[in-house]
């Protein structure tokens, strides 16, 4: 059965979500304290975090940090309908980022980010005051970059890295990691886009968007190292054990988090699901470290490509009742609201692209 392009988008969206969620109760562990305790964990779960600030004990299905940066973007996407700037994403953060949410359901550093909004300080020199250039903040939240620019990897490229600069800085390895996930999906949503031709658009775009920076082209050189490493891998325990002698810092803020290692394991957990998104979302869980962040890149790309077929309803449900009990939220949409938004401001965008061809070629 043919995916429909709306789909798509929807089990990207769904993917990120509902993998954030069921990822969050064990990020930061070990994968072998979530064997011992869970076996495999495959459910919603309640969780507790940010302890230091609140004692607020999560529904099963609540989204985190990641989410929320992410539904201003589709908040941004949605009332311009079209592509977005940096201007536009840091208008939406001044009226529509929930003020309550920094230290509670987004990181702390988000409000700092807030308030420089807040000031006439251009947008695009609002990540360069971000202590964390290297992190998967925005490679695991851009995903609606790559939608609107859905089947069109230029485009993505060009948004995420101007877009991006509201939280890391100008061609930061951050960004750079996060042009993997916006290709990698704007490639994923076209008709004949398999497996392999996503991964052959990440490394051919972000191979030549590398060199300019970095003389080896680091990105593709850790993906193909990661992606030769876990080549025999089958499952989730064979792929976390592969990474067990490359990946494995502590001792400095957000050790788990940097984005090479956080986006390298989801391209592999993509690769060898072979873009099946539940399998995908199981996998990432299961890694350990930095589980919701794997979670949402690897299940975004695998949602943009095979769509939610197979995706338990139960799972969408109670991500968007437990939406509705979120004081903290910059939103409360539904899984379909959000990706619908997001795939009609891109059907309202293809309408202008078509009428202007058909002008100029008349």
């Not at 964990?41 to 609140?54: E, G, V």
């Not at 991964?199 to 193909?224: K, N, P, Y």
């Not at 089958?234 to 067990?244: G, N, P, V």
Request: aromatic share 8%; hydrophobic share 40%.
């Amino acid at each position: 059965m043919t995916t429909t392009l709306r789909d798509r988008f929807f089990g990207c969206i769904a993917g990120v979500h509902i993998g954030s969620a069921m990822a969050a109760p064990v990020e930061g562990w070990t994968y072998e304290r979530i064997e011992a305790k869970y076996g495999t964990l495959d459910k919603l779960l309640p969780y507790h975090h940010y302890r230091a600030t609140t004692d607020w004990v999560r529904e099963p299905g609540t989204t985190e940090d990641g989410v929320e940066r992410q539904k201003l973007m589709i908040t941004a996407i949605m009332r311009k309908q079209d592509r977005i700037t940096a201007e536009d994403l840091r208008a939406t953060w001044v009226t529509d980022m929930n003020p309550t949410g920094a230290g509670v359901v987004s990181e702390p550093f988000e409000g700092a980010l807030l308030a420089m909004a807040k000031t006439p300080m251009p947008a695009c020199d609002i990540g360069r005051y971000c202590d964390y250039a290297g992190l998967v903040s925005f490679a695991r939240s851009c995903h609606p970059i790559g939608l609107i620019n859905a089947g069109d990897v230029g485009h993505a490229l060009e948004d995420v890295l101007e877009v991006g600069q509201v939280y890391q800085t100008s061609n930061s390895r951050g960004l750079q990691w996060a042009a993997v996930t916006a290709v990698g999906i704007a490639e994923a949503t076209k008709p004949d886009a398999t497996v392999d031709s996503v991964l052959r658009a990440i490394f051919d775009v972000c191979g030549t968007f590398s060199e300019r920076f970095v003389q080896d082209a680091g990105v593709v050189r850790e993906l193909q190292r990661g992606l030769d490493k876990t080549a025999g891998c089958s499952d989730f325990r064979e792929l976390r054990t592969a990474f067990d002698d490359i990946y494995s810092g502590h001792g400095l803020p957000y050790a788990h988090s940097y984005a090479n290692e956080v986006v390298t394991k989801a391209v592999c957990i993509f690769r060898m699901v072979e873009g099946d998104l539940t399998q995908a979302i199981i996998s990432g869980v299961n890694m350990g470290r930095d589980t919701d962040c794997m979670t949402a890149v690897a299940a975004g790309i695998s949602g943009a490509l095979t769509g939610s077929a197979g995706l338990p309803e139960e799972w969408v449900s109670q991500v968007d009742y437990a939406a509705t009990l979120n004081p903290y939220t910059n939103t409360q949409r539904t899984l379909h609201e959000n990706a619908d938004g997001l795939y009609d401001a891109f059907v309202a965008r293809l309408a202008r692209m078509r009428a202007y061809a058909e002008e100029m070629a008349s």
